[in-house]
T-cell receptor
Framework: SAVISQKPSRDICQRGTSLTIQCQVD?????MFWYRQQPGQSLTLIAT?????????ESGFVIDKFPISRPNLTFSTLTVSNMSPEDSSIYLC?????????????????FGPGTRLTVL | GDSVTQMEGPVTLSEEAFLTINCTYT??????LFWYVQYPGEGLQLLLK?????DKGSNKGFEATYRKETTSFHLEKGSVQVSDSAVYFC?????????????FGQGTILTVHP
């Protein structure tokens, strides 16, 4: 398995400010993902962050709003910029690990505990 | 595109009742299928998975069988406990150019009463 930690675990922020969420993994991984879970909703992928390249954003998400850094193989940050109440969500970091000895589809994805963000 | 549809919730059961949460999917090719569980105040945990047709994933008394003919991956448990109260998400990984992206269903809230 993979141990993933996120900071902060929760925060309450004012409209118009920005918050940077950190994700730390206990081992090196190629691909890291950032998801958003709005209240009562499912998870939506924001972007995929690969070390050494720019993040790839999903439809509806843009770099100016959600800049991502990936300085090494164990760490990533997601910034929620110019926040509004609609950004109130749980933000989850995730990594994908190929199981040892498995075929290309025998992978597992592990999730951090999430950052619960409330924007007033 | 790929999609996952779960049965509408929430689901409320008495302890020791039988649980079924329906999940159907749409995907090209042969996706891997997963059930994740989210306990109150916690992140997602992988509950079980299946990577090819007719595979049965199982864990903690939960089971799900990958049915390609009906594009389904229903979650079942013969006797639920109060500690099973959580949100359950069905998800698929399509592989190929999806580069690790998981597509999730909308989640089903399960509440088990003593």
């Amino acid at each position: 398995s993979a141990v993933i930690s996120q900071k902060p675990s929760r925060d309450i922020c004012q409209r118009g400010t920005s918050l940077t969420i950190q994700c730390q993994v206990d081992s090196q991984v190629t691909m890291m993902f950032w998801y958003r879970q709005q209240p009562g909703q499912s998870l939506t992928l924001i972007a995929t962050a690969n070390q050494g390249s720019e993040a790839t954003y999903e439809s509806g998400f843009v770099i100016d709003k959600f800049p991502i850094s990936r300085p090494n193989l164990t760490f990533s940050t997601l910034t929620v910029s110019n926040m509004s109440p609609e950004d109130s969500s749980i933000y989850l970091c995730s990594v994908r690990r190929l199981l040892a000895g498995g075929a290309s589809n025998t992978n597992e994805q592990f999730f951090g505990p999430g950052t619960r963000l409330t924007v007033l | 595109g790929d999609s996952v549809t779960q049965m509408e919730g929430p689901v409320t059961l008495s302890e020791e009742a039988f649980l079924t949460i329906n999940c159907t999917y749409t995907a090209t090719g042969y996706p891997s299928l997963f059930w994740y569980v989210q306990y109150p105040g916690e992140g997602l945990q992988l509950l079980l998975k299946a990577t090819k047709a007719d595979d049965k994933g199982s864990n903690k008394g939960f089971e799900a069988t990958y049915r390609k003919e009906t594009t389904s991956f229903h979650l079942e448990k013969g006797s639920v406990q109060v500690s099973d109260s959580a949100v359950y998400f069905c998800a698929l990984y399509a592989g190929g150019t999806s580069y690790g992206k998981l597509t999730f269903g909308q989640g089903t809230i399960l509440t088990v009463h003593p």
